[in-house]
């Protein structure tokens, strides 16, 4: 086999192209679910919570006198603590959507009529004729 056909064979499995489809709309739904946490739930729970922002708590490592962390990080070095805790915050509500999304797949999987398990073939006669020759061998 050559080296092009081998290749082309490769290419044109449907595990490789299932696996460029995934890839493409997990980086589509992955900015749906970004734009999700830091453009609707998290407003909600900075709201909910007095107007709490985290991404400007920060400690100066230089000696920086700014007050956002934009203006700190342009000073010097910080530790930008605040960012860890919203980074953090974002994976914690995005685990949980991702979670109650794959929970309603399954539960709609549990409910669907075609995808549930066919009846097991009969059994063949022949096998059957055995079954009783051995049963009555055992007698």
């Known amino acids: ?46 709201k909910i919570f007095g107007g709490l922002d985290f991404s400007n708590y920060f400690i100066p490592l ?8 934009a203006d700190a990080k342009k000073e010097g070095a910080v530790l930008a603590y605040g960012s860890f805790i919203t980074v953090s915050l974002n994976f914690m509500i995005l685990a949980f959507v991702i979670f109650l999304m794959i929970k309603q797949i399954n539960r709609l999987k549990r409910d669907d009529p075609a995808a549930a398990p066919a009846e097991p073939a009969a059994t063949p006669e022949d096998i059957q004729l055995l079954r009783e020759i051995r049963d009555s061998l055992k007698r």
Do not use: C
Not at 62 to 69: H, I, P, S, V, Y
């Open 1 to 46: 086999m050559s080296f092009i056909s081998e290749f082309r064979e490769f290419a044109v499995k449907g595990n490789v192209i299932d696996l460029a489809v995934g890839v493409i709309i997990g980086g589509a739904f992955g900015k749906i679910v970004d734009s999700l946490v830091g453009d609707v739930i998290m407003p909600v729970i900075s």
């Open 62 to 69: 230089a000696g920086q006198t700014a007050t956002t962390l």
